[in-house]
């Protein structure tokens, strides 16, 4: 029998948790808390379906080492970098070892249970890594040239500011660019952006 979709929880912050079990709880999701990457990895089951809300900081193996870890055991299960110090560069790294978004404390308590939802839907049907490549791939290349030089600074954590610097042309031009480019790529965020960036660097390096 295939086990309920089942979101883990790991945060050293008893409060947090607490707060983050109410939270789930009240709209009937399975929960488990962890309070150090290390005991998650304990009992950690690649087959087990659901999400992982991961805090960025805790003490001893910290939010990212714990992607680290999980990404050696090739884990599917998505996960969510929960952090009160996130900034654009850490959500790259954040991106870049495995996390399928990045959310600030402190956050909108429905958006969360929302993508939640939708990651956990996902994670039921997971579809083999090649199909999610070549639909980033797909994407990747109806950008214009501009438009990749644009997403690559964005990605990068570059200010609209910045990007028009240093590309020589007019902050209207990079906004109109970036809104067209988001639309390419069919996300409605940054965080979507950099995860299906990295993704794609990813997969055309290794195959």
């Known amino acids: 029998m295939t086990a309920l979709p089942t979101i883990f929880i790991i945060d050293d912050d008893p409060d947090m948790c607490k707060s983050l079990a ?3 709880e009240s ?14 990895l304990e009992v950690h089951d690649s087959n087990r379906r659901g999400c992982l809300l991961i805090d ?4 001893g193996m910290s939010g990212l080492q714990l992607l680290e870890q999980l990404n050696a055991r090739q884990n599917p299960i998505p996960v969510i970098i929960i952090s009160a110090h996130g900034d654009i560069p850490l959500a790259v790294r954040a991106m870049k070892s495995g996390a399928v978004d990045f959310i600030s404390k402190p956050f909108n308590e429905q958006l969360l249970i929302e993508r939640i939802q939708e990651l956990i839907e996902r994670d039921m049907h997971r579809h083999p ?15 214009t040239p501009r438009e990749r030089e644009i997403m690559e600074q964005v990605v990068m954590g570059k200010m609209n500011k910045q ?3 240093v590309l020589g042309i007019s902050m209207k031009t990079v906004e109109q660019h970036r809104a067209k480019l988001m639309e390419k790529m069919q996300v409605g965020s940054l965080a979507e952006l950099i995860k299906i960036y990295w993704f794609f660097e990813h997969s055309s390096k290794n195959g």
């Open 163 to 165: 990007i028009a610097y």
């Open 27 to 40: 709209v009937q999701l399975p929960i488990e808390i962890y309070h150090s990457g290390t005991a998650y």
């Open 22 to 24: 109410w939270l789930l």
């Open 129 to 143: 890594y090649i199909n999610q490549a070549s639909l980033y791939t797909r994407r990747f290349e109806s950008l």
């Open 56 to 59: 960025m900081r805790m003490p």
